[in-house]
C-alpha cells in the first residue's frame, strides 16, 4: 500500500485533533505541518514526528510528494486556500466552514469538478457514531424524522480558541456553527429545504457579530428543524441534538447516544472507532486510494451553503 503523504494547515486545537487521529490511520504520514506561529508550529511538529514546517502554504504546494493537504485554518481563508490546494494538483479536506458565502463554496466545487481529485469538508456530524446510528436506523425505515431540535451553545464572549488562547479571526455562528445542523438536518432527511427563517440577537460591540441565534427549517420531507444558538450561555458547552421521530426520540451529545427515557444506546460498534475527527480523515484517504467521491465531498454539502446564504440575506434584511 502507497503512503499517503500529507500536509496539515492549523496547528491549533483542531489540527492537533487531526494529528491524534491520523496517528491511528495505517499508510497515511504528515510530511508538513503549517502554521501561523513558526516556533509554536515547530514545537508541534516535533511532539509527531514532522519533518517540514512552515508559515507558508504555497511553500508546501510546492512539494511533488505532498499528496494531500487538510486545512483547520481560520474560516475567512477556506475557500481561497481550498482552491489553491486544488490547483496545485493536491486533495483537499477543509474544516467546516467550506467557505463564508455561497459564491466562493460554488468555486470551490467547481474547481473540484474540473480537476476530478477529492475535496470534502470537514461536516463531522456526519461522521459521529451517534448521528450514524441514527442514520442507519432511518436508511433501513425502522425511523422518520419529525423533528430536530438542536441547541448549539458557547461562552464566548471574548475572542478566545478551545486552548484558551487568543484567535486570529472571528468565530461565527451562522457560516460555522449553524453550518454543522444545517448540513445534518438535510442529510438525515434525505430532503430539499424548502422554509427556512432566521432571527438574531444584538451585535456585539468589539467581535462585531450576532451572540446569539434561533433558525428554523422545514424539508421537503415535512420534518421541521429547530435550532437554537448562543456564545453568551454559561454552561454546558457544545451542540446537542434531540431527534423525534415516529417510532423514538433520541438524544445525541456529540458520541453519545440515549433514548427519550435518558436510557444509554451502545454506539461503540458503528464504526471502526468513536472519534468522529478520525473517521473524517479515514474516508478522505479512503477515496484518495479509491477514487471515489467521499461523504461529505464539497459538491454533497453545497445545499447548506445555499441556505446559510439565504438565512444571511434574511438577516441583513431584517437590519
Request: charged fraction near 20%; proline fraction near 3%; charge should be negative.
Amino acid at each position: 500500500m502507497k503512503t499517503i503523504k500529507v500536509a496539515l494547515a492549523g496547528a491549533g486545537a483542531f489540527g492537533i485533533k487531526h494529528l491524534d487521529g491520523i496517528r491511528n490511520i495505517d499508510g497515511v504520514e504528515v510530511v508538513s505541518l503549517i502554521g501561523r506561529d513558526l516556533e509554536k508550529t515547530r514545537t508541534v511538529a516535533e511532539k509527531y514526528g514532522i519533518g517540514h514546517v512552515t508559515t507558508d502554504l504555497n511553500e508546501t504546494l510546492a512539494m511533488p510528494e505532498v499528496d494531500a493537504v487538510i486545512l483547520c485554518t481560520p474560516t475567512q481563508m477556506h475557500a481561497s486556500q481550498s482552491l489553491a490546494c486544488l490547483k496545485a494538483g493536491k486533495h483537499v479536506q477543509v474544516e467546516i466552514p467550506l467557505a463564508d458565502s455561497l459564491k466562493d463554496a460554488k468555486a470551490v466545487v467547481q474547481l473540484q469538478q474540473e480537476t476530478g481529485l477529492v475535496a470534502m469538508c470537514g461536516h463531522t456530524r456526519r461522521f459521529n457514531p451517534s448521528h450514524q446510528w441514527v442514520n442507519e436506523k432511518i436508511r433501513n425505515g425502522e425511523f422518520n424524522i419529525q423533528q430536530m431540535d438542536v441547541q448549539t451553545y458557547f461562552f464566548r464572549r471574548s475572542n478566545m480558541n478551545a486552548l484558551g488562547e487568543p484567535r486570529s479571526w472571528t468565530d461565527h455562528l451562522l457560516w460555522h456553527h449553524a453550518a454543522h445542523t444545517v448540513d445534518l438536518f438535510i442529510h438525515q432527511t434525505s430532503g430539499d429545504i424548502v422554509q427556512a427563517n432566521a432571527v438574531q440577537g444584538p451585535i456585539h460591540p468589539e467581535l462585531g457579530i450576532a451572540m446569539d441565534m434561533s433558525i428554523q427549517l422545514k424539508s421537503s420531507t415535512g420534518a421541521i428543524c429547530t435550532l437554537s444558538l448562543s456564545f453568551n450561555n454559561d454552561g454546558p458547552l457544545g451542540t446537542f441534538f434531540r431527534y423525534i421521530g415516529d417510532t423514538g426520540t433520541y438524544i445525541a451529545r456529540y458520541d453519545d447516544l440515549v433514548n427519550g427515557k435518558e436510557e444509554a444506546i451502545d454506539v461503540s460498534q458503528v464504526d471502526v472507532c468513536m472519534n468522529g475527527i478520525e473517521l473524517q480523515d479515514r474516508e478522505f484517504f479512503r477515496a484518495i486510494r479509491e477514487g471515489d467521491e467521499p461523504n461529505s465531498s464539497v459538491a454533497q454539502v453545497l445545499p447548506c451553503y445555499r441556505v446559510l446564504q439565504q438565512l444571511e440575506a434574511q438577516l441583513n434584511a431584517a437590519g
